[in-house]
């Protein structure tokens, strides 16, 4: 192998050699010359060592001197491009190409008016070789002026008139114009040069009018890539382009290019050209962005992204283009939050392996979430605004509401005044009626004092079951006030003053409304002896309580009582003893008994009944007698238990465990039942 590489070797030196003195022994054939020449091309391209070796034996100077002596158009030309062939192959042949004298002789090829178009384009290809990746190079074309003379041809090589690229003529023309964007393109970038820059931007507004008189692929893309370079990392001439309106043509032919790529694929490639020239123009300004918004670009540009034919560098672009259309431009954001942006971007991440694509989309993601979170705060208060109105509302219907409850209640307290009137005026004539009923042989103290107790039994039974017609039985017709307080959903206050003192009545409230007896069992209660008077106010503040906030009752509803029970027998024999005693006018209007005749259900029994009586201050004789029987005989009992402790009332360890026993298993089922659900 190294044989074989020596062996190459020398025979590229032989080669080498042989073609320079061809050239040097041929200056009267130039279509000798020209052959040697490109022989001489070709054999650098084959070999990287074969630029150093012709430059040691002095080739390249040979050549150089010879392009600027020859007469022969022809071998000027192949001489340039030799040149420029050679220089782009080796670093050192450029270096060694780089000067003054070189660039000067370059301009006169391309000021000279014979000059063939030819020539011209060889010599622009010269200087873009010698200026690209040299900093050197384009220091140099700038002092010697080769920068005018490109911005001159940029100008006058082609004319917009005359876009006919099929005349060979013109194509010609359009290659040299086309060379010359190249050679700019290297003066300003790769590396950066600001001042080039500056001098270069002089040409936008020609720019501009090719952008808006030729939408071709061989006119944009030239002119793109020399705006995208001229302005990438320079504030300054950014906004010089954005002034004189350079990014709202790019805009439009945006516009015109995303409309024409849909199933038009070079239209689709040359929008991504576009976007990136935008993307240069705005990339460190990003409040400039504020212009593409009125075109709609994120839009397009999101509508240009979902193009099947596109490839993952250019949709880098694309996305890149949107992260800095969207980092200082609400509006924009807004844009792609519309157009369903962001849920693209997150599809991005999710499908693309690719790292830069990714970054890409992270960066529009966290561009658009300022505006992700105005917009939901936006949202809550646009949600407690309405809120709000809707309180509003309800408080005026709730206000109205309060307004007709008013008028109501004070019809409600007009009518219970008259009620209350009206009450006061039927216990006068009940205890006038009450007492001239009497016979007269109850006109004694003892009889007055019956009197008046049944005067205010009668009067309290009147207060519970509302005002009604002598000796009639009738149903509880609750009246307005009554019904206002049902419907306003009113709970039946406390125990009334004579309720508390009976503990029967009491024991019918705890059974709930619908137990509530109709007024055809008449049950009454009696109240602690007292004076007449003092009777009479706790009477009438009762009557108040009772029509403040009357208890629920079911209207039509009767309970009737087993006839067997005992106390429901008992009543019936002292209502038949006071019917014989005090008349049957008497007895319609008088409804007194002890607690004991009271006609209750299942809730007495031999436990509470005796309480029951002792708690009540009238007793009936019968049950008197009773009373103190029992009296007598737990009497007995206690003082039997002082000489025998062992004999108890009650198995109260019994009922205890009982009692225990039957909570523990009430929780097992409680626990058990809870489980199933």
Not at 194 to 211: G, R, T, Y
């Amino acid at each position: 192998m190294e044989k074989d590489e020596i062996k190459k070797t020398q025979e590229m030196k032989t080669d080498l050699n042989l073609l320079l003195e061809c050239l040097k022994y041929q200056m009267d054939n130039p279509s000798s010359q020209k052959e040697a020449l490109v022989t001489i091309y070709s054999v650098c391209q084959q070999n990287s060592d074969a630029s150093i070796y012709f430059r040691e034996i002095g080739g390249l100077m040979f050549v150089k001197n010879l392009a600027k002596s020859s007469i022969h158009s022809m071998v000027k030309e192949a001489a340039l491009f030799t040149l420029g062939a050679i220089a782009e192959c080796n670093v050192y042949c450029q270096q060694t190409l780089c000067t003054s004298e070189f660039f000067e002789d370059v301009i006169c090829f391309l000021s000279k008016y014979k000059s063939s178009i030819n020539l011209k384009r060889m010599s622009v290809y010269v200087m873009l070789v010698l200026v690209s990746n040299n900093r050197t190079g384009q220091t140099l074309v700038r002092e010697t002026g080769c920068v005018g003379i490109l911005l001159q041809f940029f100008r006058t090589a082609l004319s917009m008139s005359e876009m006919d690229l099929s005349n060979e003529t013109i194509y010609q023309s359009y290659q040299l114009w086309s060379s010359v964007c190249s050679a700019l393109c290297a003066c300003v970038n790769n590396p950066q040069n600001d001042v080039n820059q500056k001098i270069c931007s002089s040409v936008f507004q020609h720019a501009n009018k090719w952008l808006q008189s030729c939408i071709k692929p061989e006119i944009i893309r030239p002119i793109c890539s020399f705006i995208c370079l001229t302005v990438a990392n320079n504030t300054h001439v950014q906004e010089y382009f954005i002034s004189i309106g350079g990014l709202a043509v790019l805009s439009e032919v945006l516009i015109k290019l995303e409309q024409d790529s849909h199933g038009n694929l070079p239209s689709a490639k040359l929008a991504v050209v576009v976007t990136k020239t935008l993307d240069a123009c705005i990339a460190d300004n990003p409040a400039v962005g504020v212009v593409l918004a009125k075109y709609h670009i994120v839009s397009k540009l999101l509508t240009l992204l979902l193009h099947e034919s596109l490839d993952s560098g250019e949709k880098f672009s694309i996305i890149l283009t949107l992260g800095h259309c969207t980092e200082a431009c609400e509006e924009n954001q807004l844009h792609l939050f519309n157009n369903n942006g962001l849920p693209l971007m997150i599809q991005v991440l999710t499908e693309s392996q690719n790292e830069e694509l990714n970054k890409a989309a992270t960066f529009v993601l966290h561009n658009c979430k300022k505006i992700t979170e105005k917009l939901s705060l936006n949202l809550e208060e646009f949600s407690s605004d309405m809120k709000k109105a809707q309180e509003l509302k309800e408080l005026k219907v709730r206000e109205r509401n309060i307004e007709d409850f008013w008028k109501k209640a004070k019809e409600i307290l007009h009518r219970i005044k008259q009620l209350e009137n009206k009450e006061d005026e039927e216990k006068i004539e009940r205890r006038e009626l009450v007492r001239n009923s009497l016979p007269r042989s109850l006109n004694t103290p003892d009889a007055s004092k019956h009197s008046r107790v049944d005067s205010i039994a009668r009067g309290t039974n009147a207060e519970r079951n509302g005002p009604r017609k002598q000796g009639q039985h009738q149903n509880y017709e609750p009246n307005a006030a009554e019904r206002c307080n049902a419907s306003a959903g009113h709970e039946p206050q406390d125990l009334s003053l004579s309720d508390r003192a009976n503990p029967v009545s009491a024991c019918y409230k705890e059974c709930g409304p619908a137990n509530v007896l109709s007024t055809t069992s008449a049950p009454s209660t009696a109240s602690a002896p007292r004076s007449h008077s003092s009777y009479k106010r706790a009477t009438c503040e009762k009557s108040e309580q009772a029509y403040k906030c009357p208890a629920p009752a079911v209207r039509n509803r009767k309970h009737h009582l087993p006839v067997t029970d005992p106390l429901a027998l008992c009543s019936d024999i002292i209502s038949k003893e006071a019917s014989n005693f005090q008349g049957s006018d008497s007895y319609k209007t008088l409804n007194f008994r002890c607690s004991g005749c009271v006609e209750v259900g299942k809730t007495l029994n031999s436990r509470n009944f005796s309480r029951l009586l002792h708690s009540c201050p009238f007793q009936c004789d019968r049950h008197k007698v009773i009373l103190e029987a029992e009296d007598r005989y737990k009497s007995d009992l206690r003082k039997s238990l002082i000489f025998n402790k062992k004999i108890l009332l009650t198995p109260h360890k019994k009922r205890r465990y009982d009692s225990e026993s039957s909570t523990h298993e009430e929780r097992n089922n409680f626990q058990n039942n809870f489980q199933k659900k």
